[in-house]
């Protein structure tokens, strides 16, 4: 297992921006499909990114243009580039390996409002 610790969540004003961090073991996320999800209370857990070994990147139409995933192999570190913030984009964001997820780690909120 892999320990998954996120970071960087908190309160923006809508077309705000935020970068998201999640830790863990750098050799395992250079040679898995990772993602970052999120969960809105009462929603189901919805992928929003997600990063192949190759480094190739896609996102949902959602998110498109406005998120942007990136890994740092040297820091075992999986980043989250979010602007033009929405009031729908508030939820819990959580990061994991897209098949066979690890435990998942605490999240870290983003909360979008004026």
């Known amino acids: 297992q892999v320990q998954l610790e996120e970071s960087g969540g908190g309160l923006v004003q809508p077309g705000g921006s935020l970068t998201l961090s999640c830790v863990g073991d750098?050799?395992?996320?250079?040679?898995?499909?990772m993602g970052w999800y999120r969960q809105a209370p009462g929603n189901e857990r919805e992928w929003v990114a997600r990063?192949?070994?190759?480094?190739?990147?896609l996102y949902p139409d959602s998110v498109e243009g406005r998120f942007t995933i990136s890994r740092d192999n040297a820091k075992g570190a999986i980043y989250l580039q979010m602007k033009s913030l929405k009031p729908e984009d508030t939820a819990a964001y959580y990061c994991?390996?897209?098949?066979?997820?690890?435990?998942w780690g605490q999240g870290t909120q983003v909360t979008v409002s004026s």
């Open positions: 994991n390996r897209m098949v066979a997820p690890w435990d």
């Open positions: 990063i192949f070994p190759s480094g190739s990147t």
């Open positions: 750098g050799r395992l996320f250079s040679s898995n499909l």
